[in-house]
């Protein structure tokens, strides 16, 4: 983690602009290096989980299988429904989970917590990669949201893995026009970006900060402005980033 560098509550240098809301300890750690970060949401998700899917995901309570999560709204949206199952104490015993690193490997462990997580990737091709190269022999059970990345249910069929996918969340993007410009931006997914320049651009100044390769591409979609991607797929890291960027910015010009 990055040490403070200063004492007390500098004047902000730098403003930020998140386009997801942030916990407030990364807020402060921010502020400690002179850095203001305001965040406004550009996506909202809602799940969209029906009575057939309910029962689906109860029947696996108690069943168990190889279950695969590649964002933490699946993870928290899944657990939800299985916090009221009789078998809630019992999901280790009968599951193998494998998720992307990062904000959903930290979901996983916050809401199965004796669930042991067989594989990690950074992505959804090289999580695709994992499962295959372990050898799974039993039917996978994905749980996603209505926009994502083809890369893992392609890789795993091509692979004659078995694959059981059931949406439980919708993300519906928010666009909302800035009436101010900022020094840097924090994407957190392709979604988010596509909804901020919905109704925004940007001064060649502002430096955009992307949680992983497949958001930088979409951000190259709409602007030439630099471009750094975090070297790891979480919020904190993220913010460590921008953090390091304005710290050492004259290294940068």
């Not at 290096?33 to 029962?55: E, N, S």
């Not at 029947?59 to 168990?64: R, V």
């Amino acid at each position: 983690m990055l040490s403070l560098k200063r004492s007390g509550m500098p004047r902000a240098n730098y403003r930020i602009l998140s386009t997801k809301p942030l916990p407030q300890d990364l807020v402060h750690t921010a502020a400690q290096h002179g850095i203001a970060i305001v965040a406004q949401a550009f996506i909202d998700v809602q799940p969209v989980i029906t009575g057939d899917m309910r029962k689906r995901i109860l029947e696996l309570s108690s069943a168990g299988g190889v279950l695969v999560f590649t964002s933490p709204n699946a993870v928290k949206f899944v657990t939800s429904v299985w916090m009221h199952s009789e078998n809630a104490n019992n999901l280790a015993a009968r599951h193998r989970v494998y998720c992307l690193e990062g904000a959903t490997r930290q979901a996983v462990e916050e809401r199965m917590r004796n669930v042991v997580i067989e594989g990690t990737g950074a992505n959804s091709l090289e999580l695709a990669k994992r499962i295959v190269k372990d050898g799974i022999a039993d039917k996978v059970i994905f749980f996603s949201g209505n926009i994502r990345r083809p890369d893992l249910p392609d890789h795993l069929q091509e692979n004659g893995i078995g694959l059981e996918e059931m949406v439980v969340y919708h993300t519906v993007e928010t666009p909302a026009a800035l009436n101010e410009d900022y020094d840097g931006i924090l994407f957190f997914s392709p979604s988010s970006v596509r909804s901020f320049f919905t109704s925004n651009s940007l001064p060649a100044g502002t430096v955009c900060f992307a949680i992983g390769g497949t958001t930088a591409a979409a951000i190259g979609m709409f602007t030439n402005n630099r471009v750094i991607t975090s070297p790891g797929p979480s919020v904190a890291k993220l913010v460590e980033t921008a953090i390091f960027y304005f710290d050492n910015i004259n290294c940068y010009e």
